[in-house]
T-cell receptor, first 119, second 113 residues
Framework: AQTVTQSQPEMSVQEAETVTLSCTYD???????LFWYKQPPSRQMILVIR??????QNATENRFSVNFQKAAKSFSLKISDSQLGDAAMYFCAYHFRWAGGTSYGKLTFGQGTILTVHP | NAGVTQTPKFQVLKTGQSMTLQCAQD?????MYWYRQDPGMGLRLIYYSASEGTTDKGEVPNGYNVSRLNKREFSLRLESAAPSQTSVYFCASNRMGGTDTQYFGPGTRLTVL
């Protein structure tokens, strides 16, 4: 079974600085997707960034970028120029890229990392 | 464009009562999902519907039933609520199963006394 581990329950960063959130996963599959979702106090789950495992290039979305190390099964999120609005719980998630079987579309989530941004 | 909507936003039940959580999406997505989120844990899949007319169990299906009413709507029913079902429930949808990003509704906070 796939597992996703976020080893940092809480992180903090000063406004305008950079922070990196860690995520490791375990899978025997070679083709899959990885995601980072943000959950602010409003509870809404917001997609931050997505990485396809077959792509070697790391995904980037504005101030958010990932460091995807497929062999090490590591998928960290870097937030540059942190803003107060970045404060939230961040979840790393995985799903197997296959339209069928018991893992069909099933997102496996890590436990989450609470990010605090200090002004 | 509302995306994924859920009703109600909050609900308090007594043990043994029943209720249905409603979910609708207006993105013409084929696949829909129900997750629950407990404190200190990520979301866990309860049930999913790969396409209209099909449903299947996820990781934690016990105590729940689902109905895919049409392409837009996917409901989750608790027949006899238990305190262990106190949680936040999220509905999600995507175009097609394991090939696409899932988009989430705002969640329903359910408390069972």
């Amino acid at each position: 079974a796939q597992t996703v581990t976020q080893s940092q329950p809480e992180m903090s960063v000063q406004e305008a600085e950079t922070v990196t959130l860690s995520c490791t996963y375990d899978t025997s599959e070679s083709d899959y997707y990885l995601f980072w979702y943000k959950q602010p106090p409003s509870r809404q789950m917001i997609l931050v960034i997505r990485q396809e495992a077959y792509k070697q290039q790391n995904a980037t979305e504005n101030r958010f970028s990932v460091n995807f190390q497929k062999a090490a099964k590591s998928f960290s999120l870097k937030i540059s120029d942190s803003q107060l609005g970045d404060a939230a719980m961040y979840f790393c998630a995985y799903h197997f890229r296959w339209a069928g079987g018991t893992s069909y579309g099933k997102l496996t989530f890590g436990q989450g990392t609470i990010l605090t941004v200090h002004p | 464009n509302a995306g994924v909507t859920q009703t109600p936003k909050f609900q308090v039940l007594k043990t043994g009562q029943s209720m249905t959580l409603q979910c609708a999406q207006d993105m013409n997505h084929n696949s829909m999902y129900w997750y629950r989120q407990d404190p200190g844990m990520g979301l866990r899949l309860i049930y999913y519907s790969a396409s209209e007319g099909t449903t299947d169990k996820g990781e934690v299906p016990n105590g729940y039933n689902v109905s895919r009413l049409n392409k837009r709507e996917f409901s989750l029913r608790l027949e006899s609520a238990a305190p262990s079902q106190t949680s936040v429930y999220f509905c999600a949808s995507n175009r097609m199963g394991g090939t696409d990003t899932q988009y989430f509704g705002p969640g329903t906070r359910l408390t069972v006394l």
